[in-house]
């Protein structure tokens, strides 16, 4: 095979981390660790310098953040916030300081440090004192509005005490969740059912980003400021308080009412800022938050905005980034589990080892292909790495403490729960089990049919099924719904008021309608987005199973590969006869939506911007939806629409330059009205 070319590896490491980072900053769910995401990062940054080529904008060595959700409205922020470069070895950070040098006039610099959190960077507004907005980071550029949650966050002041001339100001900072309340939350999580988070960053910004800040209230959240920004009417800001460098700043905040992220010292010298990072690495082991490194500013503020920035990084700062933490242990065994999907999973079992807090023994292999990767065998001596990760990864195998006559680990040609002969489909990395009886399978089915991702069946987790199973009582979904409530009482940790509660939950659950049962089945390829579309154009789980293949695929955004799993699934008589069992026992199967007007918007791509007067987002989105269009966060030449409110953000300048039709929420809202007709493919004249 022909060695990859430069720019074919450029075009996949930015294909990579593009889709690495809506995993990090929009899902906040990453798949990889931080170590080998900076490791990609680090590759592109250097293979685009060699290329010597112009670096387009939307390249991830460009961008800050991970681009903003459509969930929320959005806000521009003012000045942009950047991210920070990193170091990761002393030459680095010298050469940092050497370029700081080297573009100040002034005399040389000071520095300052403190740790750096690992949570979700955000945006303070105050005007008169009184906070009226919360954004977080998003782009950069434009955040998203958090504001209710924000304010559920006991260590943001509400209302501060401003010099007379600020009007407006703006605070910088980081919600984090301490180690102790993630540990403490993500137990609760598994209880109910629930996939726990990743690690204390990812809980942080998944609370935030909420779209019920009663549920925000809950979660156990911090907040550390770190910079100001102010706009009074004289222009005089910071400077005629008496602040002029980043530690009075830092002094200042913390006099106001704000916590800030102490110690935070001063060092003339790099040389010092080197000891001081040897120190934090020592400390942070004792602390009770995840921290991934050490922040370096120059101290003067006159000195920062002299050195200005760059379009991603401030050019005063960097972050020193810890080696992630890692542990030598030993595989024990390779075991498979499998899940509700019947795919079968390689999960090491490690001789146990304390690692970032807790004691680990057991590391997900993921699959067959990165077991051959890695080449991890049972017996083999391991490097595992946690960096706040909730299963931990095998990193790499040190062959050379690896015994003699150690053979490769053979995935299993046959389901270990049931014994039924596995398959490899092409194209597919993983491999199944196509036993739809299996008993892991049952199991885990049954489950995501009760967590919060299905039909979200209060107070029924994976302890109490298992009791269910183990007692007979549930065999598959539809026995949920014809539970004997006299013995349920009688299980262990139950009793007459928690069977009732139960009784009233799983009463509640039968009314979710068709949409949510066909998410809580677990179709293969049918996920949210599927689900509401199948339900709004079948309007019932009869019609459904009754559709053809030609009949799906004419729904926009449903193609072949959901239309084939939904017929395959209807197909098995055992779950046709569970579909009617449900329904005998008062689950409903009907749509709870409108039928939708698919003439309208049918084959149309729209993308939202700014702040509209008379729609939320959601609303707005669920409008072109029904009418058969589709919504995406990104301008594209593929998109056929830009609905642009008040303030509209880069969206509105790249609609322009690629041609996309500008419409206004007036010209929207007499679309839907049948006012107007959508024009395709026209251009228009930007209408806001």
């Known amino acids: 095979m022909a060695p990859q070319s430069r720019k074919d590896r450029i075009q996949e490491l930015r294909t990579l981390l593009k889709k690495y980072n809506e995993e990090y900053y929009l899902k906040d769910s990453p798949t990889v660790p931080d170590s080998e995401y900076d490791a990609l990062m680090r590759e592109l940054r250097r293979l685009e310098e060699e290329e010597g080529a112009p670096v387009p904008k939307d390249s991830p060595?460009?961008?800050?953040?991970?681009?903003?959700?459509?969930?929320?409205?959005?806000?521009?922020?003012?000045?942009?916030?950047?991210?920070?470069?990193?170091?990761?070895?002393?030459?680095?950070?010298?050469?940092?300081?050497?370029?700081?040098?080297?573009?100040?006039?002034?005399?040389?610099?000071?520095?300052?440090?403190?740790?750096?959190?690992?949570?979700?960077?955000?945006?303070?507004?105050?005007?008169?004192?009184?906070?009226?907005?919360?954004?977080?980071?998003?782009?950069?550029?434009?955040?998203?509005?958090?504001?209710?949650?924000?304010?559920?966050?006991?260590?943001?002041?509400?209302?501060?005490?401003?010099?007379?001339?600020?009007?407006?100001?703006?605070?910088?900072?980081?919600?984090?969740?301490?180690?102790?309340?993630?540990?403490?939350?993500?137990?609760?999580?598994?209880?109910?059912?629930?996939?726990?988070?990743?690690?204390?960053?990812?809980?942080?910004?998944?609370?935030?980003?909420?779209?019920?800040?009663?549920?925000?209230?809950?979660?156990?959240?911090?907040?550390?400021?770190?910079?100001?920004?102010?706009?009074?009417?004289?222009?005089?800001?910071?400077?005629?308080?008496?602040?002029?460098?980043?530690?009075?700043?830092?002094?200042?905040?913390?006099?106001?009412?704000?916590?800030?992220?102490?110690?935070?010292?001063?060092h003339q010298d790099i040389g010092s800022v080197l000891e001081n990072i040897a120190m934090q690495d020592e400390r942070r082991k004792g602390l009770d938050f995840e921290t991934d490194g050490v922040v370096i500013k120059v101290n003067s503020l006159s000195a920062q905005r002299e050195l200005g920035s760059t379009s991603k990084f401030p050019r005063w700062a960097i972050a020193w980034k810890f080696k992630a933490e890692e542990a030598e242990t030993v595989i024990r065994n390779i075991v498979i589990q499998v899940g509700r999907t019947g795919r079968l999973t390689p999960v090491a079992e490690l001789e146990p080892v304390f690692l970032s807090g807790s004691t680990i023994s057991r590391a997900t292999l993921h699959n067959e292909d990165e077991l051959r990767k890695k080449d991890v065998r049972i017996g083999d001596t391991v490097i595992i790495e946690k960096a706040g990760e909730i299963i931990p990864q095998v990193i790499r195998v040190i062959k050379e403490k690896r015994k003699s006559g150690s053979s490769e680990f053979n995935m299993p040609q046959t389901c270990p729960s049931c014994g039924l002969r596995a398959k490899r489909e092409a194209g597919e990395a993983a491999w199944y089990c196509p036993n739809r009886n299996c008993p892991d399978q049952i199991r885990e089915s049954i489950i995501h049919f009760a967590s919060k991702g299905g039909l979200d069946i209060d107070g029924l987790g994976p302890a109490l099924i298992e009791q269910f199973i183990s007692n007979g009582m549930v065999k598959d979904v539809a026995d949920i719904f014809a539970l004997d409530f006299t013995k349920v009482a009688e299980l262990e940790k139950m009793g007459g008021k928690s069977a009732e509660n139960l009784r009233a939950a799983i009463e509640e659950a039968k009314g979710r309608g068709m949409q949510r049962v066909l998410m809580a089945l677990g179709i293969k390829h049918v996920g949210a987005r599927a689900s509401l579309l199948l339900s709004r154009n079948f309007t019932a789980m009869e019609k459904l199973m009754r559709a053809t293949r030609e009949e799906?695929?004419?729904?926009?955004?449903?193609?072949?590969?959901?239309?084939?799993?939904?017929?395959?699934?209807?197909?098995?008589?055992?779950?046709?006869?569970?579909?009617?069992?449900?329904?005998?026992?008062?689950?409903?199967?009907?749509?709870?939506?409108?039928?939708?007007?698919?003439?309208?918007?049918?084959?149309?791509?729209?993308?939202?911007?700014?702040?509209?007067?008379?729609?939320?987002?959601?609303?707005?989105?669920?409008?072109?939806?029904?009418?058969?269009?589709?919504?995406?966060?990104?301008?594209?030449?593929?998109?056929?629409?830009?609905?642009?409110?008040?303030?509209?953000?880069?969206?509105?300048?790249?609609?322009?330059?690629?041609g996309v039709r500008i419409i206004s929420e007036k010209e929207f809202k007499e679309m839907l009205e049948g006012e107007s007709k959508p024009g395709g493919t026209q251009i228009g004249l930007p209408i806001v």
């Open 61 to 266: 060595t460009r961008k800050v953040g991970g681009g903003v959700s459509e969930k929320f409205k959005t806000y521009h922020h003012n000045p942009p916030m950047l991210s920070l470069d990193n170091a990761f070895t002393p030459d680095e950070l010298i050469k940092f300081d050497e370029r700081v040098s080297k573009n100040l006039e002034s005399k040389k610099p000071e520095y300052i440090t403190e740790l750096k959190i690992d949570g979700l960077g955000v945006n303070l507004i105050y005007e008169n004192g009184g906070l009226i907005k919360g954004l977080t980071r998003g782009d950069g550029k434009t955040g998203e509005d958090v504001t209710e949650n924000i304010k559920t966050i006991g260590s943001i002041p509400q209302k501060i005490e401003w010099p007379e001339n600020w009007g407006h100001a703006e605070i910088r900072g980081e919600i984090y969740m301490k180690t102790s309340d993630f540990i403490a939350l993500n137990q609760q999580r598994i209880k109910d059912g629930d996939e726990p988070f990743a690690n204390p960053r990812n809980a942080s910004a998944g609370s935030v980003r909420l779209l019920d800040a009663n549920i925000t209230a809950e979660r156990k959240l911090n907040f550390l400021a770190y910079s100001l920004f102010v706009f009074d009417k004289n222009k005089k800001s910071l400077e005629a308080e008496g602040v002029k460098t980043q530690y009075e700043l830092m002094m200042f905040l913390k006099k106001t009412g704000f916590t800030v992220n102490e110690p935070f010292e001063k």
């Open 552 to 658: 799906m695929v004419k729904i926009y955004e449903i193609g072949d590969e959901v239309a084939g799993s939904v017929i395959a699934f209807f197909a098995e008589a055992k779950n046709r006869d569970l579909i009617q069992k449900l329904g005998e026992r008062g689950v409903s199967l009907e749509s709870q939506h409108e039928s939708p007007d698919i003439q309208l918007f049918e084959g149309k791509n729209f993308v939202l911007t700014g702040t509209l007067e008379n729609y939320s987002r959601d609303k707005a989105k669920e409008l072109i939806t029904r009418a058969g269009g589709r919504v995406t966060g990104t301008v594209s030449k593929k998109t056929d629409y830009l609905l642009a409110g008040e303030e509209p953000g880069s969206k509105y300048d790249r609609a322009k330059e690629l």
